[in-house]
Every structure is written in C-alpha cells, then in structure tokens.
C-alpha cells in the first residue's frame, strides 16, 4: 500500500462495501467512514481514532427517506428540520432502529443521523449502498481536519484502508446537533444557529456544553478538552499580568489590534463564515514546536460564533 492511500471515489466505495474504513470529505470537516450496519467497521474506526466507546459516532445519509432505514418514532419536527436544512451541517437524535449497532450508539437507544450537502460525500454513500459511521477524520481529542493533507497526516499509517481528497471544507466546523429525543436541544453548537432551528420547530433549548475537567460528561463528546492543539492556546482576552512567552503567535479576528501583530487572520472584514472556514486550517497550521504559545482573538459569539466559541473555549489552556 502507498502512504498516504489517495483513493478514488468508486474504489473509496467498494473499500467500504468491504467492510473497511476510509476518510471523505464533508462540508463540515473530513470524516473517518465505515459501514453504519457492520459492528467490525464501526470497532475498527474507534481503534484508529484511540477514541473511547462511549462516544457515539454520526450515521451519514444520502436522502432524507433514508432516515426512515436507521430511526424510529420520527417527529413531524424532523422532516421540517430535514427539509429546510439537509443537506447541511445539522445532525438529529432519533430513537434508533434495531439495525444500528449498540456500538455505533456507545449503547444508547438513539442514534445521530446526517445528511452532508458534500456532493463527493453523498456520491461514496450513494454508491457504497448503507448509511456510513463517520466520525471526525482525527485522533481522538485533536484538532477535526478540514484538509485530506490534515488527515493524511494523523492517519495515513493507522490502518485505514483510503482517503478521499475533496479539496478544504467549506464549512469549517462539526455539524450542530440537535436531539428531537423529547423537546428540541440544541446538544452542539454548529452553522445551523439555534435561531435558524427554532424558526422551522418553533422553541429549541440550548445545552450547556462545557463539562468540568475530572466531572463524567453531561453529553458524550463533550469533554473540556476536546479540539486541543498540541501547541497552548490562549483564547480571548489575556489577563494584563501575563507575561507572554517569546515565541508567539496570533490568529486575529477583524481589524482589533492585538498584544502581538496578527499572524493569520481569519476575516479581515469579521465575517464570520468565513472565520468558521478557516479555523482549523489556522489551528494546524500554527500547531508547530517552533512556537510557544498561540493566541486567538475573541469571536462575537453570536449566531455561528457560538460554535467558534464552543470549541475555542475547550481549545484554550486556562490562566
Ligand atoms: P463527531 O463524530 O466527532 O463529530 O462527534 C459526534 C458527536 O455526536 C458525539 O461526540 C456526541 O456528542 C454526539 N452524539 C452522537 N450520537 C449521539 C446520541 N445518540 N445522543 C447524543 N449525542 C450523540
Ligand atoms: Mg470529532
């Protein structure tokens, strides 16, 4: 085998008819497929990832009938939400079928289901013929790439049978997920704002995201210290007594000026989209030893921000 495994749509598909595992492009950030309904592919994603079992993995659908193949008990909430917002960067929590294993849902009797509006994504699932399992295309705990380059680089030697190059993802982020399990949550924050949410299903609550460090997590997926570069990150407004080391870097948001000249800036004009797009891109490409210590500027967190400002928050070392 050659590394990094570059594959081809068609041979990406019939690898995972096989049963294997192979990285694809999202419009939200890559992901680490397998066959949905094949316990062997899901336990070998969480073998490459070193991700713990308890943290459920994401079924990705090609249309919206074929949410009917993995859920139950479909509110009439979800197909409204299915209509205005897939394909996109939304996943649901629906009461699961029998098909989907226990381990695919870390044991739980729901499963998250999405329909990505990556037409490379939707094209390996059309033609891999079942839903894929697809978690962020990362070790456990890092940074979510949105480059194949990203994950060619933490994955290429793990096992993983290929990977697809669909250019950068245009979103930038993982996916909002909301639990239609009871009243609408809004369990992560993502480019589909609880705004644009509430608009289709009327109210929608939102959950606190964070857990405590060394307190078992509310919602799985949802550690402190999730999106960690290894390099330390600082985001938002440094104390006024903090001495900064030498080598220093920032990621600037807009035209504010910084302790230190801006490195890279998300958007110049602060659009926020734009700033989604390009954090992770950021976030790699400063995670290098050469420096000591990279700063972000605070992002409104309004509207996208809240999902920048969820996974800043959990990417930030505490001073
Ligand atoms: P990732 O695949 O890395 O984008 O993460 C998927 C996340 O979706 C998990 O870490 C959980 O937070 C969430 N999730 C998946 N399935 C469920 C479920 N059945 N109930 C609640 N949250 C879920
Ligand atoms: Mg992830």
Known sequence: MHFPPWTSVDDAARLLRDGLVVAIP????????????????????????????FDPLIVHICEISQLADVTENIPEAAYALAKAYWPGPMTMILPKKDCIPDLCTSGLP????????????????????VPLAAPSANLFKHVSPTTAEHVAAQLADRGLAGIVDGGPCNVGVESTIVSLVGEPTVLRPGAVTPEMIAAVVGNVKVK????????????????????????????GKLPAEFKLPERCVRIAFGDT????????????????????????????DLDDPRYDLILVDQIPNVGVGMALNDRLKRASIKV
Do not use: W
């Open 257 to 284: 000026p910084g302790v230190i000249p801006a490195t890279l800036n998300l958007s110049e004009t602060g659009d926020m989209l734009e700033a989604t797009a390009k954090l992770y891109a950021y976030m790699h």
């Open 110 to 129: 729901s499963v998250a289901v999405r329909f990505p509006s990556h037409p490379v994504a939707q094209e390996i699932i059309r033609k891999a013929l």
């Open 26 to 53: 999202t419009e939200t950030v890559y992901g680490l497929a397998g066959n949905a309904y094949e316990p062997k592919a899901l336990a070998q994603i969480f073998a490459i990832k070193e991700r713990p079992t």
């Open 208 to 235: 606190e995201s964070t857990s405590k460090p060394g307190q078992p997590m509310a919602a799985p997926g949802q550690c402190d210290t999730h999106y960690r570069p290894q390099v330390p990150l600082f985001y």
